[in-house]
């Protein structure tokens, strides 16, 4: 970390996109996720993101409902869970 050029020894602006906060070396941020998450029901979640026209739905399914629990008649419809967007986010 230390090595890196144009890294100030202090506080201050960023200088090749590297600043200092605190004593920790940091890049400078490029990009904050402005996310809105309503709970309608139970599992049942419907997230505003950036990009999409549409709201996602979440919820469980399967053995994730299993695991938590929860009566698949109770659901409703299937929604994908939190867990397979981030797999699919990464593995993608």
């Known amino acids: 970390m230390g090595g890196r050029t144009g890294a100030t020894g202090g506080a201050g602006p960023p200088v090749d996109g590297w600043r200092r ?3 920790v070396l940091m890049s400078t941020v490029v990009y904050t996720s402005r996310v809105r998450i309503v709970r309608q029901r ?18 469980v399914h399967g ?6 629990k929860v009566d ?9 869970a ?7 986010a990464t593995a993608g």
């Open 21 to 23: 906060k605190e004593g």
């Open 42 to 59: 139970g599992p049942l979640r419907i997230a505003y993101l950036p990009g999409e026209s549409q709201p996602v739905h979440f919820s």
């Open 63 to 68: 053995a994730i409902a299993g695991h938590y």
């Open 72 to 80: 698949p008649g109770r659901l409703g419809e299937s929604h994908a």
């Open 82 to 88: 939190t867990i397979d967007y981030v797999i699919g």
